[in-house]
């Protein structure tokens, strides 16, 4: 397997419904994320070798910026098509992946820690694989 590398985010299209959310690629392709997400608050530690990604929209919540947190299956050339950046962590390392939104590999999994506020807008956490896919959006109390 080749090495991946970071790949900055463009601003995509965004729309939630009542049933999940609508991401809208810049190459005009969309993923629906389906289901109402869990509220969580402060750190979210996902489920080791799950495909990680987070979206935090805009205030108007119309727009946003997806990551992918250590895929090492999508190319470059795709993500950079698309619009989805990515980052790559060690563990231990940690990446502030926008204000209020800090990333943390422990070991296989992934941390997740946010504050809404100081991001401006909403933030969702994906974590999928092949058998489930699970949602969540980060609040504070």
Not at 7 to 18: A, M
Not at 107 to 132: Q, T
Request: aromatic letters at 8%.
């Amino acid at each position: 397997m080749s090495a991946r590398n970071d790949v900055s985010p463009d601003t995509l299209g965004v729309e939630l419904t009542e049933d999940g959310i609508v991401v809208e690629y810049t190459d005009g392709r969309e993923v629906f994320y389906n289901g109402v997400p869990q509220k969580v608050e402060g750190t979210l530690r996902t489920q080791p070798g799950k495909l990680v990604q987070v979206l935090v929209t805009d205030p108007t919540e119309t727009e946003g910026v997806l990551m992918y947190i250590n895929d090492r299956n999508t190319h470059d050339s795709i993500l950079e098509e698309t619009g989805v950046g990515r980052v790559m962590l060690d563990p231990g390392e940690e990446e502030e992946l926008f204000p209020g939104v800090t990333a943390r590999a422990d070991g296989y999994a992934v941390e997740i820690e946010a504050d809404p506020e100081v991001a401006r807008g909403r933030v969702f956490v994906f974590e999928e694989d092949e058998m489930e896919e699970r949602s969540y959006e980060f609040v504070n109390e």
